[in-house]
């Protein structure tokens, strides 16, 4: 079940208010962010009545509207965080757009205006490290203070550390996932997620060149998604929406520019092991599970059909020994 989506402040219902909310982008949905959603779900649940349970995030991300040219960084769509927190007891998200007006917002007024007046908050939930406001000046010791004047309660969830065979580790982060993925290590980032990261779009038509080589593909678009490090990968893939909704597949994927045709754009090309339905247009979500090999240009159409038949040979394999 999907956490419902309110990209404004105006015209909220009247259940919004007096809720406990949770603050933070949670980019990935990852360990870490799930213990901050799981403490302040305990503080709904405890409370005696039917309070709900809110995340508010900024849309376009922060970094983004400060730093337009920084390359692109996203792990999730807010529609797949809509999924991902519903599904940890999230009833609604409330994706604010930050703009000029935000981004000038006072620390002091973002507590008093926003979230007392407007939405009369019951708690807040945030992790240690949330800095907001006017050049970050708000701070977690700042919202205590005010929470003793206006009345509503703060949790503060610690950082949640990696255990490494025993031995605490880095913290669960955003930014070591993204790491992760760029190194061409999905299992790490996978470890830190809780589940296989996933490239979540519309199925385009492509070329289908595919077709003419016997490995028929789902083609999607990177679009402002993180770039992990290119080449192939043991995928699984899950079908959004269309006549095969709910239904997942295995199979072999090429990420990356396709040196062999130079394509313009960084796009997902994945081959579904058992499956050669027509479905451009549907939504999918693929999971990168395992990386492979890099990209690598070929001489001739014979080439690259060979090549692909020991990759999916290799998928296969893979998939075998999990």
Known sequence: MSATL????????????????????????????????????????????????????????????????TPAFRLTKIETRQRLLGALGVDFILALPFDEALASCPAEDFISDMLCQKLAIRAVAVGQDFRFGHKRKGTTDMLTQFAAIHGFRVAITEAVMQNNEGEEGEPYSSSAIRQHLQDGKPDAAAALLGRGWAIEGVIETGDKRGRTIGFATINMALADYLHPQFGV?????????????????????????????????????????????????????????????AEQKFASLDALQTQIAKDAASARNYFAGI
């Open 233 to 293: 990968y043991a995928v699984r893939a899950h079908l959004l929406d269309g006549a095969h909704k709910g239904q997942s597949f295995m199979g072999v994927a090429n990420l990356g520019m396709r040196p062999t045709f130079d394509t313009p754009a960084p796009r997902l090309e994945s081959h579904l092991f058992n499956f050669d339905d027509d479905i451009y247009g549907d939504t999918a979500s693929v999971e990168l599970l395992h990386f492979m090999r």
């Open 6 to 69: 309110y990209t404004s402040l105006e015209g909220l219902p009247p259940q919004i208010k007096k809720s406990v909310l949770v603050i933070g982008n949670f980019d990935g949905v990852h360990i870490g962010h799930q213990q901050v959603i799981a403490d302040a779900r305990a503080i709904a649940e405890n409370s005696g009545e039917n309070v709900a349970l809110g995340v508010m995030m900024f849309d376009p991300h922060p970094r983004r509207y400060f730093a337009p040219d």
